[in-house]
């Protein structure tokens, strides 16, 4: 019979517990290996400030005897540098807190010890960590201590001493070391250690870009793979790669004509589409500049809004003022269902896009509260984002998938470059294979003047009305599907005649 | 203190003199039944699993004997112990300790002595 599931304490920093699989098991001995500038000395410092806020929570409510069981972090450094210049450092990020310095965080300089060698290191750090009743010891860095180590796997004995003395006292450890990870030899420190983290940062044009990995991590289920970090005055926030969150079963329910339909708040499209968007699917809204893509989309929202359901608008082209200047003019509600809280709108310039930064915003919104429908108005740019990387197809078929498991009816709009034209072009994008429906807006010439349509290319398990349709935008209104008797037709083709015209 | 990893027997050994007694170390049972014959020491922690003799064994042997009826004996272990199969101890204790549950073990153990 297995053993009791390991205590996995969270440590707080933003992202890092999902990417850690909930936290890091207590008496661990973890690494935070890395090149310079990549924020190791930081995040150990970020660590001590959250390990230490949560706990305390933890403990208060269980204990009578607060001061007694608040849990203790000690940031130990190799570096000469003065205590005074450590804390002007990291008392300019907002997770320090003054008030828990000294009496729950300790940062204590080992240059007194390490003058009688490795050995008074590992007693002093033990013994200090003993008498503090800390939970947390953080030891800035290893290869400060390289000097001070005889012959060859010093540091990797070291460490053995150090976190066989440590975890038996229910002591976590984590440790920096300067290193590149790639050219370590397999007889490294890396192979005493319970984890290991990979911190990154490399060029990618003119962005700098920061990733991390989880090498390894005993006792618990990490997420694999690189996932992007940045650094803020809030310290480091990690961003899980929505690939590595994909459940690996599609758990979600399927679209079918038996489903619940949503309904658009456009009667003539939804009796195109069998009675609205089936609930959960995904759908493409593809089309040229201009043709109202945006507009059906508030539509989509406000129609849901309106019978309580709550909906995310997330954009990349347009602020949240233009966006309800476009609504007043067509007479939809928008600015009335964002001030009641049904709609919210999630507006991100897309420069310097990170994908799963933009998801993380995303995903907090979705998980804090009951969203029904979203769109994401200019997808392309996400998809864009993630070229460089060569994970489009992976990315945008995690973020479908991501929407479904959470029961979420998504429209998608896609830029098609053409501006008149009765070609459509998916073929390079994931999204023909990924999307369950897909509309397309167009605009077509017909005696010196444009017209607007809109054609149902697909409906997954599901009939439609595969008629190409003519509508207009109108004041107080919005979008208008015009009735076939009202339309022009060849419209596909390029070639517009009225109905009337030649029968 | 017996344990056979002996960076941890001296982890032992150390809070144990932090508290005011003296501290014997032997790293198997085998070993700790020769140093309690010479010392006959109040207390005796020890780990369980052990090469040569493991701390089961050396409980056993300890309450073989008559004049060693006094010593107290706490196992303590990473795994769960099986108190069924081997005669009781006065004490036990997980591996990682509870360092504040080990102190107040040795003070509750010796007291009196």
């Known amino acids: ?503 | 203190m017996v344990e056979d990893e002996l960076s941890l027997l001296d982890l032992l050994a150390t809070i144990i003199e932090e508290q005011g007694h003296t501290a014997l170390r032997a790293s198997n049972g085998q070993q700790a039944l020769a140093l309690i014959e010479q010392e006959q020491p109040r207390l005796v922690i020890s780990d369980v699993m052990m090469p040569v003799m493991d701390g089961y064994r050396l409980l056993e042997n300890i309450r073989l004997r008559d004049e060693w009826q006094n010593i107290k004996v706490v196992l303590i272990s990473a795994a769960p112990i099986n108190k069924e199969r081997h005669p009781p101890a006065d004490a036990y204790a997980s591996k990682p300790y509870d360092l504040e549950g080990i102190e107040a073990l040795v003070e509750n153990l010796t007291a009196g002595q």
């Open chain 1, 1 to 503: 019979m297995p053993l009791a599931k390991m205590k996995v304490i969270p440590t707080n920093i933003p992202g890092l517990d999902t990417l850690l699989g909930g936290g890091i098991p207590v008496g661990s001995l973890l690494i935070v290996v890395g090149s310079p500038g990549t924020g190791k000395t930081l995040l150990l410092q970020q660590l001590c400030f959250s390990w230490t806020q949560e706990q305390a929570i933890e403990n208060t409510e269980a204990s009578s005897d607060e001061t007694a069981k608040k849990p203790k972090a000690i940031f130990f450094s190799t570096l000469s540098e003065p205590h005074d210049k450590l804390i002007q450092h990291v008392g300019q990020f907002e997770f320090f807190d003054e008030t828990r310095l000294n009496e729950q965080v300790k940062l204590l300089s080992l240059t007194k010890a390490m003058e009688q060698g490795l050995g008074e290191v590992a007693d002093e750090i033990v013994r200090t960590a003993r008498h503090e009743r800390a939970t947390l010891v953080t030891l800035d860095s290893l290869g400060g201590l390289e000097d001070l180590t005889e012959g060859r796997g010093g540091l990797r004995r070291f460490l053995y001493q150090l976190s066989s003395q440590l975890s038996t006292l229910s002591i976590t450890t984590i440790v920096t070391l300067e290193r590149n990870i790639d050219t370590m030899n397999s007889e490294n420190e890396l192979t005493v250690a319970d984890g290991v983290i990979h911190l990154t940062n490399y060029r990618q044009g003119v962005q700098r870009v920061r990733q991390a990995e989880i090498r390894k991590l005993r006792g618990v289920n990490m997420l694999d793979g690189l996932h992007t970090y940045q650094i803020t005055n809030a310290g480091l926030t990690f961003y899980p790669r929505l690939e590595s969150l994909s459940e690996t079963s599609l758990n979600f329910k399927g679209a079918g004509k038996n489903d619940q339909r949503l309904s658009l708040g456009l009667p003539e499209l939804e009796q195109m589409l069998g009675g609205g968007l089936p609930t959960t699917s995904s759908t493409v809204v593809a089309g040229s500049p201009g043709t109202g893509k945006t507009l059906f989309n508030l539509h989509y929202l406000v129609a849901g809004a309106e019978k309580g359901e709550q909906g995310l608008y997330v954009g990349f082209y347009e602020s949240v003022t233009q966006l309800k200047d476009k609504a007043q003019r067509c007479g939809i509600k928008l600015e009335d269902m964002v001030e009641s809280g049904l709609i919210d709108i999630l507006t991100i310039t897309p420069v310097e896009l990170e994908p799963d930064q933009v998801m993380s915003q995303i995903r907090s919104k979705v998980e804090a509260g009951n969203i029904k429908r979203v769109v994401l108005d200019g997808v392309i740019e996400l998809e864009m984002a993630c070229r460089w990387q060569q994970r489009s197809y992976n990315f945008i078929a995690a973020l479908v998938n991501y929407f479904k498991t959470k029961e979420i009816t998504t429209c998608y709009t896609y830029e098609v470059a053409k501006r008149v034209s009765a070609e459509l072009d998916l073929g390079e994008t994931p999204f023909t294979t990924l999307a369950e429906n897909l509309l397309l807006f167009r605009q077509v010439e017909y005696q010196n003047k444009l017209y607007r349509v809109i054609a149902i290319l697909k409906m997954r398990d599901s009939a439609y009305d595969s008629s190409i349709r003519e509508f207009s935008i109108e004041d107080d209104r919005g979008i208008k599907v015009l009735a076939p008797t009202e339309s022009v037709r060849g419209v596909l083709t390029g070639i517009a005649r009225k109905l009337d015209e030649d029968e």
